[in-house]
């Protein structure tokens, strides 16, 4: 089982930036593909973003295209998510998770793709 814990979420006003982070432990990334998911109170857990086994090839949901960064660190431990030009729509609970059954690029991945999580981050847009 991997074992996924994010940080960097917090209070940050419009236009500002975060990084976020996932540190994974358990299993080598070379089997997971990796996937952000955003979820604002009251709404469904979206993936915004995704990075594949390999981790050559990444994906964005059209509103964060431009925005955000997805990356792997070169030890594939930790998984970042570089958010720039913050909109107040971009505040929700971001939380990664793993996929061993699906790589990223075919389709966006629901939540029932993913086989761990981690307990996710909380990020707020607002001035």
């Known amino acids: 089982q991997l074992q996924l814990v994010e940080s960097g979420g917090g209070l940050v006003q419009p236009g500002g930036s975060l990084r976020l982070s996932c540190a994974t432990s358990?299993?080598?990334?070379?089997?997971?593909?990796i996937a952000w998911f955003r979820q604002a109170p009251g709404k469904e857990r979206d993936e915004v973003s995704c990075?594949?086994?390999?981790?050559?090839?990444?994906e964005y949901v059209d509103s964060v295209k431009g925005r955000f960064t997805v990356s792997r660190d070169d030890a594939k431990t930790t998984v970042y998510l570089q958010m720039n030009s913050l909109k107040p729509e971009d505040s929700g609970v971001y939380f990664c998770?793993?996929?061993?059954?699906?790589?990223?690029?075919?389709?966006?991945?629901?939540?029932?793709?993913?086989?761990?999580w981690g307990k996710g981050t909380l990020v707020t847009v607002s001035s």
């Open positions: 358990g299993f080598s990334l070379d089997y997971y593909a």
């Open positions: 998770a793993g996929s061993r059954r699906r790589d990223c690029g075919s389709r966006f991945f629901y939540s029932y793709d993913m086989d761990d």
């Open positions: 990075i594949s086994k390999s981790g050559g090839r990444t």
